[in-house]
Nanobody
Framework: QVQLVESGGGLVQPGGSLRLSCTAS????????MGWYRQVPGKERELVARITNGGNTMYADSVKGRFAISRDNAKNTVYLQMNSLKAEDTAVYYCNVQFLRGPVYVYWGQGTQVTVSS
């Protein structure tokens, strides 16, 4: 069983920062990519940022220049540094892992709430 443990969510004021962490454990083989997705009620889960094992990154246009994804391959951990947070960033953030030759949208963390409010 693969487990993804997330931390770092919480309440922050507009313009503030948060750093999310996610560590994969359990039946770990070779990881192809890890990423962060977010979801609000009534909407589909959407990509925030994704990083491959080789370091290639992808960001949603709405977070470019504000968020930065990074990883520690030896620790099977991915981070999301979120700066200049806006109210529209409020969502439940989910960590995702894709193994080599495996599916993308199967293994998820439990989700961590990020609320941006005064």
């Amino acid at each position: 069983q693969v487990q993804l443990v997330e931390s770092g969510g919480g309440l922050v004021q507009p313009g503030g920062s948060l750093r999310l962490s996610c560590t994969a454990s359990g039946s770990i083989f070779s990881i192809n990519a890890m990423g962060w997705y977010r979801q609000v009620p009534g909407k589909e889960r959407e990509l925030v940022a994704r990083i491959t094992n080789g370091g290639n990154t992808m960001y949603a246009d709405s977070v470019k220049g504000r968020f930065a994804i990074s990883r520690d391959n030896a620790k099977n951990t991915v981070y999301l540094q979120m700066n200049s947070l806006k109210a529209e960033d409020t969502a439940v953030y989910y960590c995702n892992v894709q193994f080599l030759r495996g599916p993308v949208y199967v293994y998820w963390g439990q989700g961590t709430q990020v609320t941006v409010s005064s």
